[in-house]
């Protein structure tokens, strides 16, 4: 019985720890330079709701990488926009490095998800 119960316990610890270690930090919009580490999930959201009405209904989110690697391979990272609490994502879209990704988004608030194989710095913002 205590055997079962150890290995219940182990289970429940390591299946608890997963689940921790995927939780997500969230960068501001806008963020100039963020690290984006290989083979990680970067993640940008808006902090501030952009009331109907009193903005511009069609704006543009902007995306942007740069690497200080030498590799001979294109330095690339997919980008996912998402809509929050509406389950609307765009993407996803693959870009270069120096290379800007300008998607046009609605007023509502959202955010970006970058992954990458190579270490990177990106940039995301509104206009």
């Given at each position: 019985m205590k055997k079962i119960i150890l290995i219940v316990a182990f289970i429940l610890f390591t299946g608890l720890n997963g689940l921790l270690a995927q939780r997500l930090y969230f960068n501001p919009?806008?963020?100039f330079n963020c690290p984006v580490?290989?083979?990680?999930?970067?993640?940008?959201?808006?902090?501030?709701?952009?009331?109907?009405?009193?903005?511009?209904?069609?704006?543009?989110?902007?995306?942007?990488?740069?690497?200080?690697?030498?590799?001979?391979?294109?330095i690339f990272a997919n980008v996912w926009i998402v809509k929050e609490n509406e389950n609307i994502v765009l993407g996803p879209y693959q870009i270069f490095e120096n290379e800007t990704l300008t998607v046009p988004i609605d007023n509502g608030r959202w955010g970006v998800v970058i992954r990458s194989d190579w270490n990177v710095t990106a940039s995301v913002w509104t206009d």
């Open positions: 919009i806008p963020s580490t290989a083979e990680s999930t970067a993640a940008f959201k808006e902090l501030k709701t952009h009331p109907q009405g009193t903005n511009r209904e069609k704006r543009d989110m902007d995306v942007i990488i740069s690497s200080s690697s030498t590799s001979i391979f294109s």
